[in-house]
């Protein structure tokens, strides 16, 4: 019997079908729009970390929402690396490796630690390490969500037990970092 593509597998329902087609959307890119995209939200996250908020006497609730701001931010940014370093020939939906998983969380790790340097620069903000483990928790909630949506047996129930998981891993790291 042969295998069948990850691509031409029945789609198990809507949340898997969704994260396909983003996933196919990005993958299918030309390359140099493909390394554009990374590079573009990394700008905005450095515009973003460039800005002052008056917010008064911040409450906890406060900083553990800007905190959690990290993970969409940071597991967003896996995501358009996956759709550079992620490209299969054949155009199937990709079953990264151990070092492609790593990859996909090291750049933004590394770039988290670039985005707290930089905030320690900017008057009124602060920078914190612990924030970091929010953009590494959300970049790897993001990997293995983008290697659990390749494998033959995943399920719609599966994948948002996996979706539910990676919020309740992020919200845990933003609340350790406030």
Known sequence: MTEVPARALPVPGPCAAFLRAVGGFLLARPWLLSASLPVAWMAGIWWLSSRTFETGEPTFL??????LMHAPLYGLLALLW???????????????TRRELFLLVLLPALY??????????????DSSALDVVTDVVAAAAT???IRYLGAPDASERGLL???ALGVIACVGAAALSS
Do not use: K, M, T, Y
């Not at 406060?62 to 905190?67: A, C, H």
């Not at 996956?82 to 990264?96: E, N």
């Open 161 to 163: 037990a996996r979706l």
């Open 62 to 67: 406060l900083v553990l929402l800007s905190n």
């Open 112 to 125: 988290g630690l670039v985005d707290e340097w930089h905030q320690s620069l900017v008057p009124g903000r």
């Open 82 to 96: 996956a759709g550079l370093f992620l490209r299969q020939p054949d155009g199937d939906w990709p079953r990264p």
């Open 143 to 145: 990997a293995g969500i």
